[in-house]
């Protein structure tokens, strides 16, 4: 028998993911237990290239939570229901890979594989996590919560403000990811041709997030057909998977 | 037509079928319903369980409805349930069917009244209870990711209980889709946290079942190499595992690696005839029934079975009662790249032309299909247009705004076309199933057909407000006020609706002038009395804010006269409800505000309108009701109104409603079945309704003394709620910082301080912005931050005073409940500082009085419990039957107080928790304590409660 993907804590992760947390406290309380049980990955503690990005992702939704307290955001509703419909791709994909599924989205898979490889360094790891979760996931998660909650994904909408509202979590708190990183990271993509190229379309991004809400625009207006949809998605995880693998090469090294 | 796949054994799976049946038959009660949903990659074998499962449950005696949905963007709407109709109508002696194809006749009707939707799910579930006849009901549907919303509406409605029918659901996901942006992830999200769902994912095989099945495939056990081979290649998909085996087994192994190239090798060795049929059957809308296959493939009937027979034999096709289908989505793959583009047009050309000769029920979507994809757009559009109507009917608005915006394509180019008129339908259909922003793109068009603009202006405001866009909205009704081409009456529209809107912004004053303005407009009108009743009722609650209640009531009681004069019955019932609305909410005039909306709700039934308007009444009186302590007769109003079977919002307003009542009585098992039957419908949007249902949830965990429960419900709503609804935040706190108390209290939950910090915290946020809030909303959150401040006492020191302050504000607002509840904690601590123990037993008794009266069951057993404690006569009469001395011989020594003490001591408090529980101070604990060691010979306290446990036996 091969070893089990999560290798001595598979057992504890895989009953954690068999919850599935519907509301911003619930995910903030997996997101804490999962780290909990990364860390003990071994081959070393604190060595799990995967806790470096689970790490960042619960500050942030930590943050995302007290603002939900603190009467931040204008449109909690909308808010809270994408922050859950987000974390739960992210625990999808982590439950996928533990059923070692080949459905497992590319975007994340590459960050998984590494699980074992050789070591990452933590920034690339907790980018390429960033890079599947935002590039991969978030437009999806906006359209499911547009459509759940009867609404669109319009400009200027209380919704949209909110949205953008979560980027200054992101700026406040990944300080490095700020500016240097993604400037170099913008540099990178300059440097590449083809498909990712095509992706941004030449559109001068301050950030992903920006690319998200238009490709979930996109999504939106094909929501009902299932075969450009299904498309799109393809095209979404291929393309985050090419970036997530450029950042975790040695390429990757470049932004640290 | 039997094709071999049945042949082939179900391998590994025999414990998951188990736990489906249970699931869905064996362990649900009757009258219950149940759900399981599988989901799984495509190939798993999620077809094959359907079956499986669905042939034992009828065999157990269940109806069993099995349907499909489709994956072609122009299914129609509920087409999975009239397909599972249709076929069982096929196997039923003619006798049986007919009660199903009145249950047909249904779909094809024209719709009745304003609560449509609402008839048809009713219809529909009361047709299929007369075709179960008493049987349970078992509903089978593949492919649920392809799920139009109308069938969706009507799973959710059924599976809430709402139809009255014992009812199982066994759906098939493909899970492919879900990781996709698919609106049943949420659902799906909502559903599983239900008892009565199971989401049950399904695994490949793992090694030693793939294995058995290539075995059972292929006759013998495999050899080791070509096992491995196997599993490398299939990754225990059963699919794959038994196409591959099947090659294996007839000698083909080898020249395929992958299932792309098993069925292009099969393809390519079919013969000519079974050519022609396959590619038919991927240019048609499965399953193509033979009667269209035959006249599409034009060949003579023995030829045309032969290449059937081989289209089957290669396993490309699969066969079944109802026409044909291909085996998988890779054959149409494959096929796609042979034809040419214009052999297609010709197959869609005579599918259309067999279609058209032939016709049936909702054929119409397919009918435009094919003729759009022949490349005859003169034909394709009036087949569109008639399917578009045809959604229509079934309130499948996003089927029917697909249907219009193809007509609206079909008809660019072609003359004599009506395109306004498509333009106007599509953009309204757009409207109805939430596309705002592609029924503004139309109307745009619309708009440069040369339309008038004045009608355009209130059609874009109406939409902009639906899409939440008010400022815009706002901007466009302004428009058609200046609009020189609008006629009065469209002003008066136009005049109303900015009112409503505003009202909703809360801008009191706006509204209250657009108000005026809309009612001197209509009054010049003939005919305006929808206008007078909106902007009445506009009028109305702006006054009531405005601190003019009596201003308020007038205009509203004169517009419900105006209706009543102009006869229209919806104007009726609409100024009924805002009157009811007015007086039970804002003016808090409650007795009042029952009478008008029972006897409204009355009127409304006269007229007609007994689902929609009269449910929608009953509910306002039923709280109402229940807020001024009438819970008896509540409960009579709120079963009258779920005899009119309301389904949708009103549904879940009248289900919360006699969820609050059963909380308050404490019956534990009715609260949680209606908050599950609230939970099913709000997985399908509704989240308005979410914060009420938390509110409910988080009070009767309370009295099950889950704590911790009560706490999770409580943040799940204070991270979901806007900061302007204050009296719902009011709420939430309060259950939040009684949660906290009552953790305390009982101690078998721990405090968590991190909760009771940001609990004050929106409490002092709540209360700031409460100053500034019109005065009726002021008083209903001050009553709640009264009960807020006098909680938070209980947690650092009980104040007996901030208690008395909330009894007050609830006596005040003629609320027993609540006014009850402070009395039994004024009183609390007052025994608890051994203060005033007389005025402690006076409220003791009001409260027991108020919650006697009310039947609060758990909030009177709190009452006796405490008053037991404190020695506390609660009624004159000491009631008839003396209780018998509990425990054995060994305590009967003792005093009643000692054994009082003796049993909190077993528990294994201290003194001091003693002595607060009892309200006698910790000396005499130690006192009473040092009698019982003595009487009971014993000299420790470990001893003591060994002795009081065994004599409880």
Known sequence: MSEPPWGPVHRDIVDLLADHPADVPAVVDHLTKLQDML???????????????????????????????????????????????????????????????????????????????????????????????????????????????????????????????????????????????LERWQLLIDMLNGDIDDWYQGELIGYTRDVAWRNAQRIWRCRHDPHRHERERRRLDETSAALGRLLLSPLGAFLQ | MASDVDRTPLVGRADLVATMRAALFDSVAPGNTAAVFLTGESGVGKTRLLREVGEQLGDRGALVLTGSCLDIGDASPLHPLRQALRRLDADLAPAAAASIRSLLAVFAEDPTGPDGAGALLERVSRGLSVIAGGRPVVLVLDDLQWVDRTTRQLLLYLLAGLGDLQLSVLAAVRSESLQGAHPLRRVLTELRRLRSVRVLDLAPLDRADAERLAAAVVGRPLDAEAAERLWQRSGGNPF??????????????????????????????????????????????????????????ELPEQDLLDAVRAAVAHRLLAGSHDGYRLRHRLVAEVLEDELLPAERAVLHRRYAEALTSAPGELHQARLAHHWRLAGEPQRALPAAVAAAEEAERLYGYAEAHRHWSVAVELAEGLPGTDRAALLGHAAEAAHHCGEYARALTLLEELADTGQPVCELYIRRARYLAAAGRSALAEAEYQRALDAADCTPGQRATAAARLAELLLHLGRYADAGRRAREALALAEQVEGATTEVVLASAALGFSEAFLEDPDAGLAVLRRALETAER????????????????????????????????????????????????????????????????????????????????????????????????SVGYGDIEAADRDLDAVATMLAGGGARHV?????????????????????????????ETRSDDLVILAVLVWHGLRAEAEAKASRSVAVDDNAVRRLREITERVAGRSERAARPVRDVVDGYLALCAAEVSRLDGADPELWARAAAEWDHRNHPYPAAYSRLRQAEALLAGRRRTATAGKLLRQAYQMTQALGAVPLTDEIRTLAGRARVTLEDRSPAATPAVEGGEELAALTAREREVLAAVAEGLTNREIGQRLFISERTIGVHVSHIFDKLQVRTRVQASAIFLRSRG
């Open chain 2, 240 to 297: 794959v595992v038994e196409e591959l085996s099947r090659d294996l087994r007839d000698g083909r192994y080898g020249l395929s690696d992958t299932l792309r190239e098993v069925f292009l090798a099969r393809v390519d060795a079919l013969p000519r005839a079974a050519h022609r049929v396959v590619h038919a059957v991927a240019a048609g809308v499965e399953p193509v029934e033979h009667w269209l296959l035959a006249r599409v493939v």
């Open chain 1, 39 to 181: 860390v003990r990955l071994p081959p070393l503690l604190d060595s799990c290239p995967l806790a470096d990005f689970n790490k960042l992702y619960l500050v942030i939704t930590s943050t995302v939570l007290d603002g939900l307290y603190a009467d931040r955001f204008v449109d909690p509703v909308f808010l809270s229901r994408l922050d859950v419909e987000f974390a739960a791709r992210y625990f999808d994909a982590l439950r996928l890979w533990s059923d070692q599924s080949p459905s497992t989205p590319k975007a994340w898979a590459c960050l998984f594989e590494r699980m074992r490889g050789p070591d990452a360094r933590p920034l690339p790891s907790a980018a390429a996590g960033v890079n599947a979760h935002i590039n991969f996931d978030l437009p999806f998660a906006l359209v499911t919560t547009f459509d759940h909650l009867e609404s669109e994904p319009v400009d200027g909408s209380d919704q949209h403000r909110d949205y953008l509202e979560i980027n200054k979590i992101f700026a406040e708190k990944i300080p490095s990811l700020r500016r240097g990183y």
């Open chain 2, 691 to 719: 914060i009420p249902l938390l509110t409910l949830r988080a009070g009767l965990a309370m009295w099950q003394g889950r704590h911790d429960v009560a706490r999770h419900a409580v943040q799940r709503g204070l991270t």
């Open chain 2, 566 to 661: 102009a006869g229209r019955p919806e104007d009726v019932a609409l100024a009924y409800l805002h009157l009811a609305e007015l007086l039970t909410g804002p003016l808090n005039i409650l007795e009042e505000g029952v009478v008008v909306a029972r006897r409204g709700a009355e009127r409304v039934a006269e007229l007609g309108l007994g689902r929609s308007y009269a449910t929608r009444l009953l509910a306002i009186a039923t709280n109402g009701l229940f807020r001024v302590g009438q819970w008896a007769e509540a409960e009579k109003v709120v079963a009258a109104a779920l005899r009119h079977r309301p389904s949708g919002t009103d549904a879940v307003e009248l289900l919360l409603a006699r969820c609050r009542l």
